[in-house]
């Protein structure tokens, strides 16, 4: 079945970094979703992405959709300790699978 | 207005028991989703309900299974226990219309301790 790759599986920075995580698909995706699951939490759903190439920003979030819909990231801008948690992909073929997630550590 | 409410929050079987976990989907959606999530891990995709269908569901073995109310709510039945059945067992709910084209709501999630 179809699989959804992130990387990385872990990030640790600084706060005040910049993090990027990215999804990576073998085939074609219809769209791509982003959830952000705090620890001890539930996913919560940050955006969707539907057109080739198309970006979209959330304050420090940055997301892109890559131009053969196979690949997505997210861009956090000077990362907060509010950013800690794990960031999942979801893309939707006959069902919503998730990607691997990355989880993000945030040091004050 | 509520979100979607899952029961029990908690609870621990011994193995070769069943368990039946509920869930509530937000007012006026269809869609009702369920996942399985070991610790630290991700998220997996067991069964997809959509107006009371089945519409998918994940590789899980038949001792999985589920339906959905008329009022949308769902059941999740997992039978004859096993020690990897432990997991945080999520419900999301959506608005229809396929898999993927809405946002999905999650519930706060039963976990599922298997001794």
């Known amino acids: 079945g179809q699989q959804v790759m992130q990387i990385p599986q872990y990030q640790h920075v600084q706060e005040g970094e910049d993090f990027t995580t990215y999804c990576n698909s073998s085939t074609t995706l219809s769209n791509i979703q982003w959830y952000k699951q705090r620890p001890g939490g539930h996913p919560v759903f940050l955006i969707q992405?539907?057109?080739?190439?198309e970006v979209k920003k959330q304050k420090r979030l940055t997301f892109q959709f890559g131009e053969a819909k196979k690949n997505s990231s997210l861009h956090i801008t000077a990362t907060q300790t509010t950013d800690v948690g794990t960031y999942f992909c979801?893309?939707?073929?006959?069902?919503?699978?998730f990607g691997t997630g990355t989880r993000l550590q945030v040091f004050p | 207005e509520a979100g979607v409410t899952q029961s029990p929050t908690h609870l621990i079987k011994t193995r070769g028991q069943q368990v039946t976990l509920r869930c509530s989907p937000i007012?006026?959606?269809?869609?009702v989703y369920w996942y399985q999530q070991a610790l630290g891990l991700g998220l997996q995709f067991l069964l997809w309900?959509?107006?009371?269908?089945?519409?998918n569901r994940g590789n899980f073995p038949p001792r999985f299974s589920g339906r959905q109310f008329p009022n949308y709510s769902s059941e999740l039945n997992v039978n004859a226990l096993e020690l990897e059945d432990s997991a945080l067992y999520l419900c999301?709910?959506?608005?229809?219309?396929?898999?993927?084209?809405?946002?999905?709501?999650f519930g706060e999630g039963s976990r599922l301790t298997v001794l």
């Open positions: 007012s006026g959606h269809t869609s």
């Open positions: 309900y959509d107006e009371g269908e089945e519409r």
């Open positions: 992405l539907v057109k080739s190439g």
């Open positions: 979801a893309t939707n073929t006959d069902k919503l699978i």
């Open positions: 999301a709910s959506s608005s229809g219309g396929g898999a993927g084209t809405g946002e999905l709501f």
